[in-house]
């Protein structure tokens, strides 16, 4: 019952802190959008780290998520959470870190954004340096195909 953060654990600290970021998005159906915004992302003890993000969108309204992430010894991989106010649905992860321990791909399952079915996505995060991360979104077309709606980076303040 009381496990003991691992080196997968300690990975995720790197993202612990204050940061601002600016949301780049280009939909399937080709509408862009972009906003700025803040993160605080903590540690509970060691073994999740919660991040909360908040903005105001392009038409003036005001957002907010949580993410949280972790690592699951039992699964032998990252799991997690996503949920905002501009949307209804959970978004729970599992993903795995890169060979290189750069980037941690979260795969995921949620609705099309033409409003029938699912589909699967993918939110990658990449460190770039320890004041520097960027945040990426996919999704995956029937074809199977990979397409980048969204890229966020992130900078330490």
């Given at each position: 019952?009381?496990?003991?953060?691992?080196?997968?654990?300690?990975?995720?600290?790197?993202?612990?802190?204050?940061?601002?970021?600016?949301?780049?998005?280009?939909?399937?159906?080709?509408?862009?959008?972009?906003?700025?915004?803040?993160?605080?992302?903590?540690?509970?003890?060691?073994?999740?780290?919660?991040?909360?993000?908040?903005?105001?969108?392009?038409?003036?309204?005001?957002?907010?998520?949580?993410?949280?992430?972790?690592?699951?010894?039992?699964q032998n991989r990252y799991v997690g959470?996503?949920?905002?106010?501009?949307?209804?649905?959970?978004?729970?992860?599992?993903?795995d870190l890169d060979d290189a321990g750069?980037?941690?791909?979260?795969?995921?399952?949620?609705?099309?954004?033409?409003?029938?079915?699912?589909?699967?996505?993918?939110?990658?995060?990449?460190?770039?340096?320890a004041d520097n991360w960027l945040f990426?979104?996919?999704?995956?077309?029937?074809?199977?195909?990979?397409?980048?709606?969204?890229?966020?980076?992130?900078?330490?303040?």
């Open positions: 019952m009381f496990a003991k953060p691992q080196q997968e654990h300690r990975w995720l600290d790197r993202l612990v802190g204050n940061w601002a970021f600016e949301h780049h998005c280009e939909m399937p159906d080709g509408t862009k959008s972009a906003t700025e915004g803040k993160m605080v992302c903590r540690s509970l003890e060691g073994m999740w780290l919660i991040c909360e993000s908040s903005g105001i969108s392009d038409d003036g309204q005001p957002w907010s998520s949580i993410m949280t992430l972790g690592f699951d010894v039992k959470s996503f949920i905002g106010s501009m949307m209804s649905n959970l978004w729970l992860y599992q993903g750069k980037r941690l791909p979260l795969q995921s399952i949620g609705p099309t954004f033409a409003g029938t079915g699912t589909c699967k996505y993918r939110d990658t995060i990449e460190i770039v340096d990426t979104s996919e999704l995956q077309t029937e074809a199977g195909e990979w397409v980048k709606f969204m890229d966020a980076p992130h900078r330490r303040v």
